[in-house]
């Protein structure tokens, strides 16, 4: 089946723009993920969708970030006003079963974003 | 504070040849998931292998084994007759069983294999 989707591949905006990231997870995983990936590191967890829980946002780094989830299936990670230091790589992952011995997190392509 | 160290930022070996990613990582937690990833240049990581914490028997999946040393919280992975295809970075990861499952990574190492 297909995999995790993103886009868009790429995206450059303005400092002080805002910005929707899309994610569309493997059909019938519960979990999603999203994390940031900054050049020539590893990556940073922002937050977790399971299910109809309330999301994990302990990573967001400022109020700026916002993720949404709509009918448990696509995700959109939105950043407000945008500035130099959230250029990075955003990666998406999504999980069937991820409290169970199966709890493997399969990935996006990811989406570049470079602020100028 | 749940950590991963990668210590080589960057490696190259001649293809067919074997190599050995290091990786330690620093939790309290008795039990926990660990993961090597690589990320190719397309940019999307993919799940190379997996080692639950519980099991002493260390995970195999065809060229690639890891040497799980759990007192010494070392998780290395050998890659065996190395192919070009396996140049990329490679990721170590950990993850408890805590309320959210997320993935605590290194800061990756880069191999190069050389024709």
């Known amino acids: 089946g297909a995999g995790v989707s993103q886009s868009p591949s790429n995206k450059v905006t303005e400092k002080g723009k805002d910005v929707e990231l899309r994610c569309d997870p493997i059909s019938g995983h519960t979990a999603l993920y999203w994390y940031r990936q900054s050049l020539g590191q590893g990556l940073e967890f922002l937050i977790y969708?399971?299910?109809?829980?309330?999301?994990?946002k302990s990573g967001l780094p400022s109020d700026r970030f916002s993720a949404e989830r709509t009918g448990g299936s696509v995700s959109t990670l939105t950043i407000q006003r945008t500035q130099q230091e959230d250029s990075a790589v955003y990666l998406c992952a999504s999980s069937s079963s991820p409290g169970t011995t199966k709890n493997i997190q399969y990935f996006g392509a990811g989406t570049r974003l470079s602020v100028l | 504070a749940q950590t991963v160290t990668q210590s080589q930022p960057e490696m190259s070996v001649q293809e067919a040849e074997t190599v050995t990613l290091s990786c330690t990582y620093d939790t309290s937690e008795n039990n926990y998931y660990l993961f090597w990833y690589k990320q190719p240049p397309s940019r999307q990581m993919i799940l190379v292998i997996r080692q639950e914490a519980y099991k002493q028997q260390n995970a195999t999946e065809n060229r690639f084994s890891v040497n799980f040393q759990k007192a010494a919280k070392s998780f290395s992975l050998k890659i065996s007759d190395s192919q070009l295809g396996d140049t990329a970075m490679y990721f170590c990861a950990f993850m408890t069983y805590n309320s959210n499952y997320q993935l605590i990574w290194g800061a990756g190492t880069k191999l190069i294999i050389k024709p």
């Open positions: 969708f399971q299910g109809n829980s309330a999301p994990d």
